[in-house]
Every structure is written in C-alpha cells, then in structure tokens.
C-alpha cells in the first residue's frame, strides 16, 4: 500500500503543479455550461417584431379577419402590411418579388370567395369551392413563417367548417415528463463525450509520455512493483479525472434551467437529490472505467500521438454508444446493466426519465467496477511485458 500511495502522490503532484492540466480538467464543465446556456437563452428569448408583407389577389373579408384576430392577440407582436392587386399580370410580378425575397406571401383568391364561404357555412354547397392560393418562398424565414401561420389558422377554419366530429381530450404529459424526454435523447450522448475527452486530456501523458519521455524505464527500477504502479496511476488518473466528471456533471445541473426556459426551482421540481446523487455515481464509475480504457490503450502505444489516435477511435465507439438513446426506447431487461458503458446509458435514460431502478443502478456499477478491476490486471500485465513497454 505503501508503493501505491507513493505513486498516486507523485501523479497528483504532477498534476496539480501543471496549469495547462489543470484548466484542461475544469474546461468540460464549462463549456457544457457556456454552450447550453447560449442555446436556452436562444430558444427561450423574446422573439423580435416582424412586419411581413402580404400581397393579395381578389382580397377576402375573412382573410383578414382571421388574420387581424391572430396578430392582435396578446401573444403576438407581429405587423403585416397589405397590398392588393388587380389583375394576373400583376400576380405574375410578385410571385417574381417572392423570388427575390422582396415580398413574404402571395395569397389569390378565387372570385367570389367570401359569398361561397358564406352559402358553405350555411349548409349550401356551391357549384365551384372557394379556392385559395398561397405561395411563399421556402428560402426566406419571414415568407416561411407567415405561410405557416396563414395555412395553420385556415386549416383550422376549414376544419371547424366541416363539424363532423368533435376532436376532444389534450396533452396529458406534464412539463416536466416534456422536459425529461427531451433531456433523454441528449444527456447520455452528452456525458458519454465529455467524460471521455475529460480522460483523454491526461491518460496518455501519464503513460505514453513517460514512455516517449524514457522516465518511465527510472520507474521501473525503483524498488516499487510494477503492479503497484499500474494500481497507483489508475487511482490517481481515476481521482483527478473524477474532478473533470464532476465539472461536467455541475456543468450540466447548471445549464438544465436555462436549457429548458426554467428557474432553478423549478427543476429542483422535476429532479430530486437522490436522482442526482444516483447520477453523479455513475458518472464517477463511468469516468473510472474510461480511465483504465485509456491507460490500457496508452501503455500499448510508443507516444502520446499514437495513444490519442487510438483513444479517438474508442471515443467515436463510445460517442455512438450514447447516441442509441436518440434513436428510440432503451431495453431495460436485467442483461443490459452487465454491458459496460451501454448500461451507465440506460441508466442516465432512466434517471431522467423518472424510470430509475435500484437493481438496475447497482448491477450497473458493480459491472463497470468489476471491468475497472479487470482493465488494472491488464495493466500490471502490460508493466510487467518488456516487449510492450520497451517496444522491442
């Protein structure tokens, strides 16, 4: 125990002595934190005034009523201006102007149309329908958004007219089953890159640059086992790469509010303690085990280069691995908490989910341990194998 803690001291030295180690540590949670704050104050800031513009053909009375009946309500700040115009020819020019991105909707209305709508609504069915045509341009966001709301609010109106049925019932989901969903398809993908870029960052200066540097051939005959310095560099790789773990994890507790337009207590809401406590040992477990990933892969490279190049692989396989909970519904049979990192997955699913089991978490981090547990005798294999650490 003695040689164990003699070389967690001096990794722990080397890191806490090296700035560039240091802020490359702390860098994950804040950037989660940066970046997912700019976006939910994107998605939930007050959207800007718009004033489009709207030419009509054969103008319609209803047309405008709808409209007018929308754009004055209280949730809406946008103007429209209309032009009306007389002929085809004149059609013809600002479906051009539509083109050009110098008009938002062009909207033609068959002859007549307010007098047929009016005998539809009233149960007579008129020789010719109403017609309606509205062009946008899919290239311009005003036209796009105005056309979407021309369409929506007349879809309706036609539907209305029809009163064949009565569509009934509601959303019965709450906000925060919307939230945790959301944070579902997001969050174990999210965790998965960030914990492993966070051992990335220093793994493979901790072995392969020894290795390149030829300070790990001094090590080596020092009276300190082999195995004893394969244990000593996981524990201290695995306890500084739990501070980049839980910069991420505060990184992303911190930015959940502003992610989902909510205050803070409201998510605390949503999520209680023990959620968070059930998800910050995961994540601790998950880091321990992509640190003895890495150092495995950086004790068979020759330089820091080649070991990244090869850790990069692994975290492509890792990134993909939390991109399954985007896809559709995880299984949660008992097997799946035996796959390592596939299982920390499903439980970060079900943490936010409010679908958490407690065999499930605890078969999950026995798992990942006993793999963590497996990837150190690898180690102390690979220490003890000259051709692997001399590269002969």
């Not at 311009?140 to 009565?166: G, K, P």
């Not at 870029?197 to 001094?218: V, Y």
Request: proline share 3%; net charge negative.
């Amino acid at each position: 125990m003695k040689s164990i803690a003699i070389i967690i001291k001096k990794e722990l030295r080397r890191f806490f002595t090296d700035r560039r180690l240091l802020i490359s540590v702390f860098m994950p949670g804040i950037m989660i934190y940066l970046l997912y704050s700019l976006i939910g104050n994107f998605l939930f800031s007050t959207p800007q005034s718009q004033e489009y513009k709207i030419a009509v053909q054969n103008p319609s009375a209803t047309f405008q009523t709808v409209l007018d009946g929308y754009m004055q309500s209280e949730e809406v700040k946008d103007t429209y201006s209309l032009t009306v115009i007389e002929s085809d020819g004149q059609a013809e020019e600002k479906k051009k102007e539509l083109e050009n991105k110098e008009l938002d909707l062009l909207v033609i209305f068959s002859a007549d149309f307010d007098e047929k709508l009016a005998l539809y609504m009233q149960g007579v069915k008129p020789e010719q329908l109403p017609v309606m045509q509205v062009y946008y341009n899919a290239l311009e966001q005003s036209s796009q958004s105005i056309y979407t709301i021309v369409t929506t609010l007349y879809d309706a109106m036609e539907s209305s007219l029809a009163n064949v049925f009565e569509v009934a019932g509601g959303n019965v989901a709450t906000e925060s089953d919307g939230f945790a969903y959301m944070l579902s398809t997001i969050l174990p993908m999210l965790i998965m890159v960030f914990l492993f870029q966070g051992s990335m960052m220093m793994t493979p200066e901790s072995i392969a640059g020894e290795k390149e540097r030829g300070t790990f051939a001094t090590m080596l005959v020092t009276p300190v086992s082999r195995s004893a310095i394969a244990v000593g560099k996981i524990i201290a790789l695995s306890l500084v790469a739990s501070l980049s773990g839980l910069s991420s994890f505060l990184g992303v507790i911190f930015s959940l509010p502003k992610m989902a337009g909510m205050s803070m207590s409201g998510l605390n809401i949503a999520y209680g303690f023990g959620d968070y406590l059930l998800l910050f040992a995961n994540i601790i477990v998950l880091e321990m085990l992509f640190v003895a990933l890495v150092s495995v892969i950086s004790a068979y490279a020759h330089s820091i280069k080649e070991a990244t190049a090869y850790s990069t692989v692994l975290m492509i396989v890792v990134m993909l691995v939390g991109m399954v909970s985007m896809v559709g519904t995880l299984p949660s049979a008992l097997w799946v908490y035996f796959i390592p990192v596939f299982n920390a997955v499903v439980v970060i699913n079900q943490i936010v989910t409010f679908s958490v089991s407690a065999l499930g978490v605890a078969l999950t981090i026995v798992a990942n341990l006993v793999c963590v547990a497996l990837l150190v005798l690898l180690l102390a294999k690979m220490f003890n194998n000259e051709n692997i650490i001399f590269g002969k």
